[in-house]
Antibody, heavy 128, light 107 residues
Framework: EVQLLESGGGLVQPGGSLRLSCAVSGFTFSSYAMSWVRQAPGKGLEWVSG????????YYADSVKGRLSISRDNSKNTVYLQMNSLRAEDTAVYYC?????????????????????WGQGTLVTVSS | EIVLTQSPATLSLSPGDRATLSCRAS??????LAWYQQRPGQAPRLLIYDTSNRATGIPARFSGSGSGTDFTLAISSLEPEDFAVYYCQQRTNWQYTFGQGTKLEIK
């Protein structure tokens, strides 16, 4: 059974830092890219960052570039989100998500990076 | 940035009705369009990927269609558990955007 468990959320002052963790089980972690997606209270979903299976490629939304940093430790089956220079608008539930990876159909092999498993989320509140 | 616009914002229907949700992209996303369901207090759940492929465990009453800039999620006969918020999402070169959501509520 695939499981993703986020931790590390909490209350932090503007300008502060926080590191989120997402521990996974139930699949070959190093074979799949991972992402973080956030949801501000009462709002929609916003993709934040992604990382390749080996960790050699990282991707960021423009809104967080330079302040948030994604990494992973494949020996610990864990993906991280280091959050610096936090702002009030970073207040949200942060979900980690696994990408589907690939699928086969009648026309052959297809890579796919949509999110087929999600954690339960961890709340980050940026406030003084 | 590719903007996804979902309509309607709210859809009021009864169990057993057919639901049709729309998602329009500001530029072509080819077939790289997914749909998610989110129930209150829960994480999103993948329903449809690459326009029309149902994710594992998703009932056949859910179907997706479209291409380019216009996409549709259809639910053939609504069950009580289908009343939730639905989001479309596109992926282009590792930049993802979501629509603002359609709330499907009980009439």
């Amino acid at each position: 059974e695939v499981q993703l468990l986020e931790s590390g959320g909490g209350l932090v002052q503007p300008g502060g830092s926080l590191r989120l963790s997402c521990a996974v089980s139930g699949f070959t972690f190093s074979s799949y890219a991972m992402s973080w997606v956030r949801q501000a209270p009462g709002k929609g979903l916003e993709w934040v960052s992604g990382i390749s299976g080996r960790g050699d490629n990282t991707y960021y939304a423009d809104s967080v570039k330079g302040r948030l940093s994604i990494s992973r430790d494949n020996s610990k089956n864990t993906v991280y989100l280091q959050m610096n220079s936090l702002r009030a608008e970073d207040t949200a539930v942060y979900y980690c998500a696994k990408v589907l990876g690939y699928y086969y159909d009648s026309s052959g092999y297809h890579p796919n990076n949509d999110f087929d498993y999600w954690g339960q989320g961890t709340l980050v509140t940026v406030s003084s | 940035e590719i903007v996804l616009t979902q309509s309607p914002a709210t859809l009021s229907l009864s169990p057993g009705d057919r639901a049709t949700l729309s998602c329009r992209a500001s530029q072509s996303v080819s077939s790289y369009l997914a749909w998610y369901q989110q129930r209150p207090g829960q994480a999103p759940r993948l329903l449809i990927y690459d326009t029309s492929n149902r994710a594992t465990g998703i009932p056949a009453r859910f179907s997706g269609s479209g291409s380019g800039t216009d996409f549709t999620l259809a639910i053939s006969s609504l069950e009580p558990e289908d009343f939730a918020v639905y989001y479309c999402q596109q992926r282009t070169n590792w930049q993802y955007t979501f629509g603002q959501g359609t709330k499907l509520e009980i009439k």
